[in-house]
T-cell receptor, first 115, second 113 residues
Framework: AQKITQTQPGMFVQEKEAVTLDCTYD???????LFWYKQPSSGEMIFLIY??????QNATEGRYSLNFQKARKSANLVISASQLGDSAMYFC????????????FGQGTELSVKP | DAGVTQSPTHLIKTRGQQVTLRCSPK?????VSWYQQALGQGPQFIFQ???????QRGNFPDRFSGHQFPNYSSELNVNALLLGDSALYLC????????????FGPGTRLLVL
């Protein structure tokens, strides 16, 4: 079974608009962390935002926010005021406490920002 | 503040050969994890090194091996290369083996012919 599911292979958004990238996860570990990374065409994975399973509030980092719905096991990334430089692959990842430091990644969503 | 660095950036090998990839962690980090990312896929965890020992391993054959040095830098070695080993190899560093965020380097693109 897929541990991390990203159902949107590709997304388009108009510059300056907000966009939501979907991520659902599957775990029986009560302690886990959820991450979003951005991967431009250069290949480097850039850390964007983190949400812990026990965090009471949704994480925010600048224009990035994480819509964490624990009961639904979803951790959607919201990018506000999209910029042309946001065009990239976006990966959702999970780390389960009982699995040590291993990150499990989804298949990714390719975001294209249109001028 | 130096980020994670990897070398070489690109590499071309032929089947059956051996390859060594190198990674220097972000300043202040002591843990290195390696991932393989095939084209169009998300990264897959290979293994993690902490205190110069392999602490955790993903579902990769023992053709994949590694090492961590006292300065926390790390090498990934792949023996008897197969065409399917062609991928982007990403190194990530963190402070501590479990709880902290992993920061990635630019990767090494390996092509096996």
């Amino acid at each position: 079974a897929q541990k991390i599911t990203q159902t949107q292979p590709g997304m388009f958004v108009q510059e300056k608009e907000a966009v939501t990238l979907d991520c659902t996860y599957d775990t029986s570990d009560p302690s886990y962390g959820l991450f979003w990374y951005k991967q431009p065409s250069s290949g480097e994975m850039i850390f964007l935002i983190y949400q812990g399973s026990y965090d009471q509030q949704n994480a925010t980092e600048g224009r990035y926010s994480l819509n964490f719905q624990k009961a639904r096991k979803s951790a959607n990334l919201v990018i506000s005021a999209s910029q042309l430089g946001d065009s990239a692959m976006y990966f959702c990842a999970m780390r389960e406490r009982n699995q040590g430091g291993k990150l499990i990644f989804g298949q990714g969503t390719e975001l294209s920002v249109k001028p | 503040d130096a980020g994670v660095t990897q070398s070489p950036t690109h590499l071309i090998k032929t089947r059956g050969q051996q390859v060594t990839l190198r990674c220097s962690p972000k300043s202040g980090h002591d843990t290195v994890s390696w991932y393989q990312q095939a084209l169009g896929q998300g990264p897959q965890f290979i293994f993690q090194y902490y205190e110069e020992e392999e602490r955790q391993r993903g579902n990769f054959p023992d053709r994949f091996s590694g090492h961590q040095f006292p300065n926390y830098s790390s090498e990934l070695n792949v023996n008897a290369l197969l065409l399917g080993d062609s991928a982007l190899y990403l190194c990530a560093s963190s402070l501590g083996a479990v709880q902290e965020t992993q920061y990635f380097g630019p990767g090494t693109r390996l092509l096996v012919l």
